[in-house]
Structures are given as structure tokens and as C-alpha cells.
């Protein structure tokens, strides 16, 4: 019998909010091992990556990267292990990552550069490549590292603080001798951030019925300014953040997912810019490739050593990746969004 | 006869709009050469300087400076002759710069560190010292050079493109084979920025009733994208850059006008920031001393050959500084507003 790869493709472009008739489950055989052409790597993926990037990806608007092809597998990380190969540097049963997209298997060129990548799971757990050892974690190292480069002593604020990248920046910027504030929705979100994440305080925007409530709990929370602020939401989080800015402070935007249904969402005061002399500066972490070996070392040590803590939500099968991915964008999921697939 | 000090005073601030209401002109009896303290120097005004960050000091508001305070002199740049001097640098006749105010003569302590410096009038005109080769032009050299960096192809755009920053940021951007766009108000405006100043288009914004008509003159105008902007103004046009903006753009904030009245202009879309990878950031330039010696030596020799050019608004005497002051904040200057008080 022919082994089938379930695979998920992009089926029409959302209009307005997206919805799980934009996708469509598909199956398709699994090539055999001796049909792989030279280079080439079968893998069977254990854990796809549901990231908030993939909805800009789902529009067909001008943006950073080329809109995700119509009746193709959806792109996304994944994480598994090598079934066949046809690539001297990739032997069967090595645990590997890549962009296998939203589908159980997929067929690797392992001779383009970056395709592929072995990875060692004695000592930090596979799914971890997909979150704070993998693009989330490298994401969150850059916008804090690179772009804010925070001092001791600096207050540090991030949004949506629960998620796979903002546990990275807030106990990375601990562990620099920040005090961090986190903003994250629901009380149970705030309490894992301060009680096992470490963050000095936690505002829960959901308990906030206004710009102006919101703001004062913020102010209570930073008694001495803000000095960085790593951006994954916009809106009235980043309008009230602007307000507390200390002279120089920096903002890294790494997302926005507020405006991502494609209703942008003004920023009511940008002469703060100027009055604060403020640098806010936009990345993609993928521009970045020299940045990887360093933030790696890091990130996998404290995984490995157990000062960095994570936390994932976990999907079980490919045909749920849909609601799991819809899930994240409204906030429901808790921590890193995966989809289990064996 | 005793001489007399004729000064304009900050006599109240501004409900929205400042108007000639807001100031007061006094005068004063000048001090008498022996009245003088060791270490202070008496110095006769020739020209002072109305800028638009003197609209912001008008308001009790946080910014990056205390505000003006009521009942003082009102604070501005000032080139012009010593006639009394107590301290070994300076001697009677030199020709010098420094924060004198509104005002026809001020006792300046020289001890202090930059509280006033001795200039070059030979072959640089003394009114020079406050716009191409003063504030303003270190202005632009810092926004343009150390935020911007322009790069020999890329496309500049700067705002209030005729004035005495905008006018300084082109012809930098055009000496380093850049594509040059100034955005100014009025026909005879552009027209100078192109004929004389040699930027390579100028779009008047008057000329456009909504954003719309404004984005497509300066889609026209800047048909490979803008990398860098130079932002004086807010609004409208920030928004239409935005839009404009290439991977990578830099945006130096000097100033925005727009909202010096109080009322916020919101940034339609932040999210261009992120979709862009753009850094954005404001300053000012006194914050940045150290910039002054390189930016001085290129802007003086620039002007001092003619490959610099500048316009000035003279008004006449020191009554005359609110009704100018005013209609600077209005545009109504074309180039470099000075009080011509000799």
C-alpha cells in the first residue's frame, strides 16, 4: 500500500478575517526512497510551527515576502526525521528542521544552502527547534539584542509576552539585568509570565476597557519609564507604550498583528518619536541569517541548562492545523503553536 | 542717554494656534561696559533666528525641553558683535554666535562651555551662521548623514524642502549622487528648489487637495521607491512616503510641524515600518555636540565656494520677530526666517 502525505494548501485568500474555508485538506502519495534524485532528503515532519507571519503571507498584498501561492502545501517550519536520503550529509533517523510547510511529509534539495538543518536533541527537546531554539527564539534575540540592546537596569516591556517569541525577549532581557514588563491576554497568561517566566509584572490588556485604563496600569508597572519595547501586537498597546518612553528608548517591530486583517491601525501620536528621539526600527528575522550561530548558542544553552522555560500548545494532526493557526491569531493558544503530526 | 535692550517676552502661552497676543516687547536699560562681571561679554545682536522648535517651548507640555518660561526672553539664536568684553577670548568688534534671545543686545557668561563662539565672517556672511552654517545646517547634515545615510543612487526625499533645513539636506543628499525630492508649499518654492538649489523635483503639496493626488505626484517623482526621508512636517506626507518607502528606508524625524498646535496627527499605517524593515528615528540636534566640527568644516567650505546655496526672510527689528515667527509656522518664509536687528 501507498504511504499518503496529508498536506493542507492555501484554497482561496481570505477577505477581511481568515476562516478554515480558506484551506483545504488534500492527500497525496509519499514518493518512495528510490525515486529521490540525487541531494535530495525524505522527511517525516514531527511538529509543524503555527506563526503569526503566515497570515500576511495568506493576502495578496505587497509586503516583505511573496504572497503564499494559491493551491500550494501552506509555508511553515517544521521539525522531523530524516526516512530516506540521497544526501551524504544526512543519514536516516537524523532529526533535522526546515520549511517542510503544513503537510506530514516533504522532499528536501538538501544541497541548497540553509534547506535543512541537523539538529541535536539530546539535551533540548525537538519541538524546542521549532520555538526558542528556532526562528521565534533567533527573532526575539535579534529585536532585543540588535535592535534595543538593552542595559541593566533599563526597563524593557514586550507585547503578547506569552508567546513563543515574547518568553524569549522578556528572559532574555532578564537574565541581562532588565526589569521586564510583559502585556499578554488573560489573567492565567499573566501569572505563567511573572510566576515561571520570571517577568517582573504582567498587565492583561483583556482587563483593560480602554486606551486610558490600560495606560495606567502600564505607568504603575514601568515607575521608571520604558527604555525598550519589542512590538508583536500594534494598536492601543503600542500608542500607550509611546507615552512612556524614556528619551533614546528603542522599539524593535517584529509584528503587528492587530492590523493583519487588513484594517491598519492608525498610531495616534508619532510627533513622540521626535519629542522621546526614539529609534523604531522594523525587522524579519530571515534578513538576518549572521545573527543564528550567536543567538543559537545562547538560546540552547539556557534550554539545555533550563533557564530559559517554554511552554507550548499543541495540536494533535495535520487536519487540525487549520483551527490550531486561527487559534493563534485570536490569542487562544498558550504559549508556542505546534501541530503534532506523528 | 542711558542704551536701550528692546526685548520680546513670553507673556502667556497659546490656546491651539500662538498668536501675536502671546508675546510682549519690553525694554530694558543695556548694562554699561564696566558693569560687566569677569568672564561676561556684551554683545550686540545683528540677526536673530526664528526656528520652529520655538513653537514647542511656547507649550506647558513634556518634551525633550523645558518649556519657555512667562515673563522671560524669548529663547533663539543669535549672531552678532561684541561691544563690551570681560573675558580674554573675546575682544571688542568680534564677530560671535550664541542663544542671545529675542532681543537687541545680551550679557553672555563665556566661561560657559559653547555659550559663545567666535565665527568667520570673511568668507562666510555673518547671518550664514544661523541657517546653512549654523543649527539648521548641522541639523540637516546630522538627519541626513548620521540617520539617513545616503548612499550614491538611492532617492532622498526631505519636507519643507525651500527652508533652511530642507534646502541644507538636499544639496548634502544631490553632493553624494543622490535623487533628490523636495516637498514644499507653492509654486515659486518648488520651482527654487529645483532651478536654484538643483534638487531633482519638487512637489508643492498645496497643489493636492487629499493625500490621493499627493501620493501619485510623488509616486511620479520617485519612480525607484524612497530610501531615505527627511521629515519635517507630519501628516499627509509622512503617510505618503511611507507608502513610498523601499526595504531598508531610513527616516530621520527633525520635526512635525504639523501637530505643534496641539492636535495629534496620527500615523495612518505603522505597520509599513515592519512591512518595510524601516528604522525611524527623531533627534535633536543638540543632543549631538560632537557631529558640530565635521559638519561645520563641509557646510562652511560648501558656502564659502558658492556649492552651498541659501535664501533668507529678513525681517526688520526686534518688534517685527512675533508677526514673522508666526507666519514661519505658517510657511509663509521662503528660506531661513531672521530678525535683522542692526
Chains 1, 2 share one sequence.
Not at 511529509?105 to 538543518?117: C, F, I, M
Not at 488573560?186 to 517577568?199: M, P, R, S, T
Not at 550561530?293 to 534550554?303: K, R
Request: net charge neutral.
Amino acid at each position: 500500500m501507498t504511504l499518503m502525505n496529508q498536506q493542507i494548501l492555501l484554497d482561496n485568500r481570505p477577505q477581511g478575517e481568515a476562516s478554515v474555508s480558506n484551506f483545504k485538506l488534500v492527500s497525496t502519495p509519499v514518493p518512495a526512497a528510490d525515486a529521490l534524485a540525487d541531494g535530495q532528503v525524505l522527511v517525516r515532519h514531527h511538529y509543524l510551527s503555527l506563526d503569526p507571519y503566515m497570515r500576511g503571507r495568506m493576502n495578496d498584498s505587497k509586503s516583505y515576502a511573496e504572497p503564499q501561492p494559491l493551491g500550494q502545501v501552506m509555508i511553515g517550519g517544521t521539525v522531523g526525521e530524516v526516512v530516506a536520503s540521497k544526501h551524504a550529509r544526512f543519514a536516516v533517523g537524523d532529526h533535522v528542521v526546515g520549511l517542510g510547510g503544513w503537510q506530514e511529509y516533504s522532499v528536501v534539495d538538501a544541497t541548497q544552502r540553509g534547506a535543512l538543518s541537523k539538529v541535536d536533541t539530546s539535551r533540548v527537546p525537538m519541538s524546542a527547534y521549532l520555538g526558542s531554539v528556532g526562528m521565534p527564539g533567533v527573532t526575539a534575540f535579534y529585536g532585543l539584542i540588535k535592535i534595543i540592546q538593552p542595559k541593566a537596569g533599563e526597563t524593557v516591556v514586550v507585547s503578547a509576552a506569552s508567546g513563543a517569541v515574547g518568553s524569549v525577549v522578556g528572559q532574555l532581557a532578564k537574565a541581562r539585568g532588565c526589569r521586564v514588563v510583559g502585556v499578554a491576554g488573560g489573567a492565567d497568561k499573566c501569572a505563567y509570565v511573572v510566576n515561571e517566566l520570571g517577568f517582573d509584572a504582567c498587565i492583561d490588556y483583556k482587563a483593560h476597557a480602554d486606551a486610558r485604563s490600560f495606560y495606567k496600569a502600564l505607568k504603575e508597572a514601568t515607575p521608571n519609564g520604558i527604555d525598550g519595547y519589542f512590538e508583536n501586537v500594534g494598536g492601543m498597546i503600542l500608542d500607550s507604550v509611546l507615552l512612556r518612553m524614556n528619551a533614546f528608548g528603542r522599539v524593535a517591530i517584529c509584528g503587528m498583528i492587530a492590523g493583519y486583517n487588513g484594517e491598519p491601525t492608525p498610531l495616534q501620536n508619532p510627533a513622540l518619536i521626535l519629542v522621546n528621539r526614539l529609534k523604531v526600527e522594523g525587522f524579519i528575522v530571515s534578513e538576518h541569517p549572521e545573527v543564528w550561530p550567536e543567538a543559537m548558542q545562547e538560546l540552547g544553552g539556557m534550554v539545555a541548562t533550563g533557564r530559559m522555560k517554554f511552554r507550548e500548545s499543541v495540536a494533535q494532526g495535520i487536519a487540525s492545523a487549520p483551527e490550531a493557526f486561527l487559534g493563534l491569531l485570536k490569542g487562544r493558544n498558550f504559549g508556542k503553536q505546534l501541530v503534532k503530526l506523528v
